[in-house]
C-alpha cells in the first residue's frame, strides 16, 4: 500500500502550502523547488518556518485525518 500524506508547509514569510507527500522532507522540497523555479519572494524569504502533518491516505493510523485521492496530474500552474 503507497501511503501518502497531507502536510501543511509554512515558509518563513509566514506563506502556506498544502502538500501531498510520502513524507516532511518531500513536501518542503515540493514548495522550495516551486518557488526557486518561479523565482518567488525574496531567497530568504523562501527557506523553512514548519511542515506539519495534517492527513494521510493510512486507513489504519488514528492520529491524523483520513483522506482520500483522486487520480490527477494536475500541477498548481495548470488551469482546468
Same mark, same amino acid.
Given at each position: 500500500? +503507497?501511503?501518502?500524506? $497531507? @502536510? $501543511?508547509? *509554512?515558509?518563513?514569510? &509566514? !506563506?502556506? @502550502?498544502?502538500?501531498?507527500?510520502?513524507?516532511p522532507t518531500t513536501a518542503y522540497k515540493t514548495? !522550495?523547488?516551486? %518557488?526557486?523555479?518561479?523565482?518567488?519572494?525574496?531567497?530568504?524569504?523562501?527557506? @523553512?518556518?514548519?511542515?506539519?502533518?495534517?492527513? *494521510?491516505t493510512n486507513q489504519f493510523d488514528d492520529n491524523?485525518? %483520513? &483522506?482520500? %485521492? *483522486?487520480?490527477?496530474? !494536475?500541477?498548481? +500552474?495548470? *488551469? !482546468?
Amino acid at each position: 500500500m +503507497n501511503v501518502e500524506n $497531507l @502536510y $501543511l508547509v *509554512t515558509i518563513k514569510n &509566514m !506563506r502556506c @502550502y498544502y502538500v501531498v507527500s510520502p513524507d516532511p522532507t518531500t513536501a518542503y522540497k515540493t514548495v !522550495r523547488d516551486f %518557488l526557486d523555479n518561479g523565482e518567488w519572494f525574496f531567497e530568504k524569504d523562501r527557506g @523553512y518556518h514548519d511542515v506539519k502533518q495534517v492527513g *494521510t491516505t493510512n486507513q489504519f493510523d488514528d492520529n491524523y485525518t %483520513l &483522506m482520500f %485521492l *483522486t487520480n490527477s496530474e !494536475r500541477t498548481p +500552474n495548470e *488551469t !482546468r
